[in-house]
């Protein structure tokens, strides 16, 4: 059963950075694409970034140039490296993965970000 557990989540000041990072586990973690996801109150889901097995890496609009996703398959782990927060990136944060060659994925519980302004 794949475990995809976060943390790195908090209150951060306006301009600040955080690093969300999402630990799996029940899975061949190189197998698979990895993605951060967020859900902002009375908002759907929204994609934010992310990375291929083979380390390609793709951003959400409003994330890209402040947001870096990284992996590092050894400690199967994906980060989110999130800088010039502001209040419009509060939301939960959930990591999400996916199998490259299969449409089954999963989800972690989140971990709430705060951008106080």
């Known amino acids: 059963q794949v475990h995809l557990v976060e943390s790195g989540g908090g209150l951060v000041q306006a301009g600040g950075s955080l690093r969300l990072s999402c630990v799996a586990s029940g899975m061949i973690f190189s197998d698979n694409i990895m993605a951060w996801y967020r859900q902002a109150p009375g908002k759907q889901r929204e994609l934010v970034a992310q990375?291929?097995?083979?380390?390609?890496?793709g951003y959400g609009g409003s994330v890209k140039g402040r947001f870096t996703i990284s992996r590092d398959d050894a400690k199967n782990t994906v980060f989110l490296q999130m800088n010039s927060l502001g209040p419009e990136d509060t939301a939960v944060y959930y990591c999400?993965?996916?199998?490259?060659?299969?449409?089954?994925?999963?989800w972690g519980r989140g971990t709430q970000v705060t951008v106080s302004s």
């Open positions: 990375i291929s097995n083979g380390g390609n890496t």
């Open positions: 999400f993965a996916r199998k490259y060659d299969s449409t089954v994925y999963s």
